[in-house]
């Protein structure tokens, strides 16, 4: 509990360091001179905490969505960017787009979520006919799976010529959070509390559909439950802020290479560390080449893919 509260300090400190970086000058001494009214103190609300606080949300929502994907494939290395749950519903909201433009946000969020849902079921079936599950198989397996759905969403794109506003979806960034454009992504955050209150479901739902039903609950259920959490938080991420890679990869490993794989210690564990890389990889991308940024997307894919090979080759190491 000592070293959670300390995790949860680091991520404060950090939220509180992100309000402070940017170019417009939001400093203490800035603030405290300045009148409701002036430049300073409206970047910070209207700008500045909406910024963070979608970090922390998306952050922490995109970790936890991770954790219950390998939690009910019962596999390290699929997370909802692998698997086609992403991908799928990038392309729901590329159709709801061009069929309903003047559908609201949430109405789009919704077939997201739906699109998401059916690609993680086509998933399922697909590595249904998987012999054995291989660990490396089955990930590679969702990679393909992506691929093609990805394909799909770009000759729509292409051909309705929509391919900058696509590769505008596929790019995770923040710059363009302010008041009012984030709020769905709280969604997310009642999601990842519906995965803790279910933590132990998914335990035992994660060793299979007969030891499941031996103890009284119902397999199929828990893994609807576990696949709608999965595509709500998918859905509510990309339709604000675009697609962060690895990012349910590579905390939940982390995290489970820490303290084990007991999923109701490890999501505040999760949700704290997602939301703390997040943040300080956001920063890192508006710090390096200030005044300009360098996508999330960029920052979280370069690192999460160098682990992501990390822990492919660890785990061949160990096999052998």
């Known amino acids: 509990m000592r070293l959670l509260l300390l995790a949860l300090a680091a991520t404060l400190a950090l939220a509180i360091a992100s309000l402070f970086v940017g170019v417009s000058d939001v400093s203490i001494g800035a603030l405290l001179s300045s009148s409701p009214d002036d430049r300073p ?3 910070l609300l209207i700008s500045r905490i909406p910024r963070t606080l979608s970090l922390l949300l998306a952050g922490s929502s995109m970790a936890i969505a991770g954790l219950v994907m390998q939690i009910i494939v019962r596999n390290r290395f699929v997370e909802p960017g692998t698997v086609g749950t992403t991908e799928s519903a990038l392309l729901g909201f590329l159709i709801v787009t061009m069929l309903a433009p003047g559908w609201p946000l949430m109405a789009k969020m919704l077939v997201a979520a739906v699109f998401a ?14 012999p054995a599950r291989d660990v490396l198989l089955v990930p590679l397996v969702g990679i393909m799976l992506s691929g093609i759905i990805g394909a799909v969403t770009t000759f729509f794109a292409y051909r309705y010529g929509l391919l900058p506003t696509l590769l505008a979806w596929e790019v995770g960034d923040f710059s363009g959070v302010l008041r009012g454009r984030y709020e769905l992504l709280w969604i997310g955050l009642v999601c990842a509390v519906v995965a803790y209150i279910a933590a132990d479901r998914f335990t035992v739902a994660s060793m299979g559909e007969d030891f499941t039903t031996n103890l009284g609950l119902n397999h199929q259920q828990v893994m609807t439950l576990g696949l709608v959490v999965v595509a709500l938080i998918s859905a509510v991420v990309l339709v604000s802020v675009g697609i962060i890679p690895f990012l349910g990869l590579v905390v939940p490993n982390v995290i489970s290479l820490m303290i084990g794989d007991n999923m109701r210690r490890t999501v505040p564990w999760v949700a704290v560390t997602g939301a703390g890389f997040v943040v300080a990889c956001d920063i890192v991308g508006r710090v390096i080449r200030a005044p300009y940024e360098i996508p999330i997307s960029v920052v979280v894919g370069v690192i999460g893919s160098i682990v992501f090979l990390y822990l492919l080759l660890r785990t061949r190491r160990s096999a052998a």
Do not use: E, N
């Open 117 to 130: 849902l059916a690609g993680t079921f086509l998933f399922f079936r697909v590595i249904a006919t998987v």
């Open 41 to 43: 103190i409206q970047v």
